[in-house]
């Protein structure tokens, strides 16, 4: 059967010119040709100019999701094969090979593989498909990723897919969640920076865990020696265990859910932590006025919201969330101590990001020395072009009281 072509309307289709890879529904001037929906097909630019191939989708807004840019090239095993194989060669670049124990293997278009996310948790794998036409190809990529794992010497004894994402309905996809094989124990521990976690893949946030936050919890650990550390929306414990094994002399941790606070005790259990690393349930925005007005003052401040925004329209809600946040973080650091803090949704962009901490430390009458900035781990690239694949700053900044 021949492939439909779409045609883009003159002067659209900037972004995947730029290099993304997304055609939204009002860039397009024409489909020729019969299709089911998450068929790959061939993509023209006005003037009958062949840009690629990628699948599509009529129920979603994202029209196109491109697989390739190469006119010659064919959506077909091997290059699956090709992809999968290049996706897991790059982790071995970028990470150390202790970092293999748990990363991100694939993520989505910055892997060339739009709409697709598989992450290693020790020696299991967890799988979220966003995408009608991904989600076709998702089992076979997931057998050829469990071979080529299997070359390297890393065997995968289950597989779980964590679909469930309500951005799914978008695609004319249900929320899905379930074993992809055999059912298997979905409690795993993983090692993290030398610290041991027991992640739940079943109930866990996203695929069971934030992989990538790896090497900015690596970052806080020299900070934090004979330290009193508050780590904020602690979620699994992940900044104030890294606190801990980085000798804090005492930390606690903060979050509104009994679960997560339930699964933090644990962890610092598990790392011989539990006599100095300490979590309490509570609503962070509540409690740090509180600490304030008792005189509670901590050498390390740690804020690691979740994102106050996953929409354009709601970012100016936003702004005054992450301004809020971290004008009472700051309030609380000592004079010369640390701020750590950071946002993960990629409408807080970079500049308007550091343009409100600088808000937030002009109301709290601090000055804040910029230690360093970091991004996500590199086993989440960001591809240039690709805005939703850059969604993660983090910046480490003393705090010096004004005088």
């Not at 003159?10 to 995947?16: A, C, F, L, N, W």
């Not at 230690?371 to 240039?384: C, G, K």
């Amino acid at each position: 059967m021949s492939e439909a072509i779409v045609t883009l309307k003159k002067g659209e289709g900037r972004t995947i010119k730029a290099g993304g890879a997304w055609i939204f529904d009002n860039e397009i001037d024409s489909v020729m040709g019969s299709f089911e929906n998450g068929d790959i097909v061939v993509v023209h630019d006005f003037d009958g100019y062949m840009m690629g191939r990628g699948f599509i989708n009529t129920n979603s807004k994202i029209r196109v999701r491109m697989m390739t840019r190469k006119k010659d090239q064919v959506i077909d095993d091997d290059f699956l094969y090709m992809r999968v194989k290049n996706a897991w060669e790059y982790r071995k670049s970028v990470l150390l090979p202790v970092d293999l124990n748990c990363c991100r293997v694939i993520f989505g278009e910055a892997d060339f593989l739009p709409g697709l996310v598989i992450d290693k948790y020790d020696d299991v794998l967890v799988v979220e498909s966003l995408a009608l036409g991904i989600d076709k190809l998702k089992l076979k990529i997931v057998d050829m990723l469990k071979e080529i794992m299997a070359a390297d010497g890393f065997k995968i004894r289950g597989v779980y897919e964590r679909s469930d994402a309500k951005v799914r309905v978008k695609e004319g996809l249900a929320p899905y969640k379930g074993f992809i094989g055999d059912e298997f124990d979905t409690n795993v521990e993983i090692v993290e920076n030398g610290v041991h976690y027991m992640v739940d893949v079943v109930n866990g946030q996203k695929t069971g865990f934030f992989l990538d936050q790896k090497y900015n919890r690596l970052s806080i650990q020299r900070l934090c020696k004979d330290k009193r550390v508050l780590d904020c929306f602690t979620h699994m414990g992940t900044f104030a265990l890294n606190a801990g094994i980085g000798g804090a002399a005492e930390v606690t941790g903060l979050d509104i859910s009994d679960f997560a606070v339930a699964q933090a005790t644990a962890n610092a259990k598990l790392n011989g932590l539990d006599s100095t690393v300490k979590f309490k349930q509570a609503n962070v925005l509540d409690e740090l006025p509180k600490l304030a007005e008792a005189g509670e003052k901590f050498d390390v401040v740690i804020l690691d919201p979740p994102a106050f925004t996953k929409s354009r329209e709601a970012t100016k809600n936003a702004i005054k969330g992450y301004r809020e946040i971290n004008m009472k973080g700051l309030k609380l650091v000592k004079d010369g101590g640390y701020l750590a803090t950071c946002s993960c949704s990629h409408f807080m962009t970079q500049d308007l990001f550091i343009k409100v901490i600088g808000q937030a430390a002009q109301a709290a009458h601090k000055r804040l020395r910029q230690v360093e900035f970091r991004t996500q781990a590199p086993d989440h690239p960001i591809l240039w072009a690709a805005d939703e694949s850059y969604y993660l700053k983090f910046l480490v900044f003393q705090v010096v009281d004004e005088k």
